[in-house]
């Protein structure tokens, strides 16, 4: 009797045509079969058409893109290398708007270019220019990089786009919110009209519209998302906890929340990199193994940050929403909002840290007195039945309830569960960075920005909390023959 329910098989990569060593190198990553939004893409990109799409982090549209670039890359182990019109010179080049974006593109192609031999990039800024530099001289097939650092490089003479075959643009809407197109279309212009685009952005505001009109040739849009809006897929993917808090209470509420049962990796936001840095060294001080992300650090402390999140030596990483930009790493049990979101675009942004790929996570916000308003548009934006956040502090029955914390969690962590490394496990790397506060052009924001007129900008003030002031500068002056010291604020 034949099966009437029979399972229709698995698609793979190779099914989709992938050269063999780059279907190798994925299965060998545990990556065999594609998500949605890579099957959808890979036919499409593989073909030579630009492309469109639209999906947020999280979805898998790294591969989708990455495979296809590689598919036509021609490495130096490749037949026909030698016959190349610049053997050396990118074949390649995706755009992210943050650091560490684009370090995550630049691994996934790396991982899936391991058989391949094909050299890949990554320029960005808050690094020195002279390892760079010596790596664009040696020759490379790909570049992922931010906008700045690329501009410079070419600017400089040291990268050649003139031979490049694809461009990706990710998170198309992040770099217009950065400020980054006029850039993105400076680098546009230097490779040739021949070349395939591919642009990703979660959303379409006008300006990345205008942008995919004047540099792509009859783009496919591939659209990977919900009928009703991936802002409501994402909120659907996670549970939800929203609690009114007290200030002063934050931390021991924080403090119980860290040691729910089957809590993993968990992503703390602030709105200001005083307060990101406040709380983890107030939760390192408990016993937690916790690491700041902010835009003050360098950029060896931000990566020494992540890679130490990432590898599970801290399971708790306080990090800005400007910092936090493009952060995928995977098993992210918890999002906690420490600081109420400023609006539902930077909310869903934010609990998408969690949820992602299939997987559902648990959010939980704290809302102050002086918040309930921006919460309560929040809440009906999204639609998310929660109007009235409940009065809670870090002794209240529902908390240990609603969250799973065992009765007996205090402000602390009990030295017996204390057994992660800790961030000073993990080395931090001298990059010969270029500035703490504006590394060249891309450090100025702590996301690959840079200000007008192509000078660095110096990094902007936290939100309100006045962590960027400046030392006064003394100066000394004679008045009648005698000398007199003042400061410049005693100027003003």
Known sequence: MSDEHTETPTQTFGDFGVHPDIVAALTEAGITAPFPIQAMTLPVAMSGHDIIGQAKTGTGKTLGF??????????????????????????ALAVAPTRELA?????????AAKHRGIRVATIYGGRAFEPQVEQLRKGVEVVVGTPGRLIDLAGQGHLDLSYVRSVVLDEADEMLDLGFLPDVEKLLAMTPASRQTMLFSATMPGAVVSLARRYMTQPTHIRAMSEDGDDRQTVAATEQFVYRAHALDKVEMLARILQA???????????????????SDELTTRGFAAAALHGDLGQGAREQALRAFRTGKVDTLVATDVAARGIDVENVTHVVNYQCPEDEKTYVHRIGRTGRAGNTGTAITFVDWDDLSRWGLINKALDLGIPDPPETYSSSAHLFTDLDIPASATGELPRARRTRAGLGAERLEDLGETGKRHGGRDGARGAGGRSRGGKPASAPAAEGDGSARRTPRRRRRTRRGESADRSSAEQA
Do not use: C, H, I
């Open 66 to 91: 990455a495979v296809p670039m590689l598919q036509q890359t021609v490495g130096p182990s490749d037949p026909g290398f030698a016959d190349l019109p610049a053997p050396g010179k990118p074949q």
């Open 261 to 279: 049962e089957g809590r993993g990796l968990t992503v703390v936001f602030t709105r200001t990199k005083r307060t990101a840095a406040k709380v």
């Open 103 to 111: 370090v995550q593109v630049a691994g996934d192609l790396q991982t």
